[in-house]
Nanobody
Framework: VQLQASGGGLVQPGGSLRLSCAAS????????IGWFRQAPGKEREGVAC????????FYAPSLKGRFTISRDSANNTVYLQLNNLEPGDTAVYYC?????????????WGKGTQVTVSS
């Protein structure tokens, strides 16, 4: 199983980024793909998850409205659109996959991509 996250970078407050997670090596039709983040000195937290089959999405309540998760099943890619970014969104963002559910103990994890929000 491989999960390759990309799209991070430096952005000013109020700006936007789109993160991508290219997934391979597992059955795509029945999986949960999620985005998580970890800021320096803080615990990892869930951001959003999406079911690869139905497209049903789940969000951390505090982030819903600014962040949107989506999938491109044809290309086995999951996206996380980050809008109206704030300095508090600075973190390493990870994508992860699980056979059944969305949680902090997903089956598979990829390397993260750094998002820095600063003026």
């Amino acid at each position: 199983v491989q999960l390759q996250a990309s799209g991070g970078g430096l952005v000013q407050p109020g700006g936007s980024l789109r993160l991508s997670c290219a997934a391979s090596g597992f059955t795509w039709d029945d999986a949960v793909i999620g985005w998580f983040r970890q800021a320096p000195g803080k615990e990892r937290e869930g951001v959003a998850c999406i079911r690869s089959g139905s497209g049903r999405a789940f969000y951390a309540p505090s982030l819903k409205g600014r962040f949107t998760i989506s999938r491109d099943s044809a290309n086995n890619t999951v996206y996380l659109q980050l809008n109206n970014l704030e300095p508090g969104d600075t973190a390493v963002y990870y994508c992860a996959a699980d056979r059944h559910s969305c949680s902090n103990v997903m089956d598979f994890w990829g390397k993260g991509t750094q998002v820095t929000v600063s003026s």
